[in-house]
């Protein structure tokens, strides 16, 4: 019989170390081992579990590094170790504020840790008023030390969001009905199939938490609104020179109503803007720059003039934007490269540009898309341009390389 295991995602100051006392304390029948991950080589929060629990649960600390990448390792072998000299019959993990989710579930899904434990749910913990103050207020100067540098906090919010079965929205004493509204409209527009609870001091029921069994690997992976909102207007997008399909809660001209959309009850929408012409840096920095706050999220990629073998990747997360090199695009490789990936995965492919596009969706309240598209159209390279090596280019030419806006 495998062990089940919650996981408890957030970000600092989010309350987990607060709920997950609240849950060991609580009314449950389950005899409970904790890892607690702390990127310091204190490891506080599990000096403060170990203070508040007997004696007879066992605590384990893994600190000075993050278990989602930097102490994996150490993370497997802890888990392996605790099977085999522990008995318990339950195990939460609570991860260093700085923890990408998704790495950790891998743990218990394809390492060898797998083979005694069973993911039952990854819940994520998200502190309102913070939540509230970067993605309404645009507090775009809130960042976070992670092991490789700075990151917006609201970068670190979304991953966790988007990749969980169950959120726990605290701290709700700390905002206004309004400003919870907001939240929770907005946390069901990033994640709209997972469960949210909401709670004041990390007090939630045990049972809201322990072997819920919420968990399923696929289904959370593809569960985001961006993968579902992509999927779905990539299914009904034509490959023209550029195309732009909307997709409210006002009109659905689609012919069937087996598709899924973000959750009608919340008024959003999306819409997907595709263009295969390249794009003028300058002008597209300019409107990336500007983009309204009414856009939550906005995910895809951009085929930028100067960057013909760059395939960028675009992510925006409440008020801030940042851009990476994902890879190089299938129509920069040797005819023989491209041939092989041609056949392998059944690109998108274009007479004159190959596969490289522009292709993101913009996922919000009342967005006017019209406007938006318009504004992203006059960022298209025209023949009047100057040509792509003499044009101002800040964005990245190399993988590890970042333009933030």
């Known amino acids: ?242 195309d732009h399909e909307s997709d409210t809660n006002h009109t659905h001209d689609h012919g069937s109503d087996d598709h899924v959309h973000p959750p009608e009850e919340y008024g959003i929408e999306s819409f997907m803007y595709r263009q295969r012409r390249p794009m003028h840096p300058e002008r597209l920095v300019a409107v990336l720059d500007t983009m309204p706050e009414s856009v939550v999220r906005a995910k895809g990629y951009l085929h930028v003039a100067g960057r013909p073998d760059q395939a960028l990747t675009l992510s925006r997360a409440g008020q801030e934007t940042h851009i990476t090199v994902a890879g190089r695009w299938i129509a920069s490789l040797s005819e023989d490269q491209q041939e092989y990936y041609r056949q392998s995965r059944s690109p998108d492919w274009n007479h004159e540009y190959g596969d490289r596009k522009t292709e993101i969706v913009l996922i919000g309240e009342k967005m006017d898309a019209q406007s938006i598209i318009n504004a992203l159209d006059e960022c298209m390279l025209e023949a009047t341009d100057m040509t792509e090596n003499t044009i101002e280019n800040p964005f990245p030419t190399r993988e590890g390389e970042e333009l933030r806006l």
């Not at 709670?199 to 579902?228: I, N, Y």
Request: proline share 3%.
């Open 1 to 242: 019989m495998r062990v089940p295991v919650t996981v408890l995602s957030g970000t600092l100051g989010a309350g987990k170390t607060t709920l997950l006392n609240h849950v060991l304390s609580g009314e449950h029948n389950y005899d409970t081992a904790v890892i607690i991950n702390e990127m310091g080589e204190v490891n506080v929060d599990a000096d403060l579990i170990e203070r508040r629990i007997d004696d007879q649960k066992e605590v384990v600390e893994l600190s000075n590094g993050c278990i989602c990448c930097g102490i994996q390792g150490a993370f497997e072998q802890a888990l392996i170790d605790l099977a085999l000299q522990e008995e318990f019959d339950y195990l939460l993990v609570e991860p260093s504020g700085i923890s990408e989710p998704a790495p950790v579930a891998r743990q218990f899904v394809q390492s060898h840790a797998s083979t005694f434990y069973d993911l039952s749910s990854v819940t994520t913990v998200v502190n309102a008023r913070q939540f509230y103050d970067v993605f309404s207020e645009g507090d775009v100067s809130r960042r976070t030390e992670t092991e490789n540098g700075t990151r917006p906090l609201s970068d670190l919010i979304v991953e966790g969001v988007e990749f969980c079965d169950t959120l726990v929205i605290n701290k709700t004493d700390l905002v206004t009905d309004t400003e919870l509204d907001y939240v929770v409209k907005t946390l069901k527009t990033l994640q709209p199939e997972s469960t949210v609870l909401t709670s004041s001091f990390g007090q939630v029921k045990p049972q809201d938490v322990l072997d819920t069994d919420r968990f399923d690997f696929e289904a959370v992976s593809g569960s985001p609104s961006w993968k579902r909102a992509l999927e779905h207007h990539r299914a009904h997008a034509t490959d023209g020179d550029g």
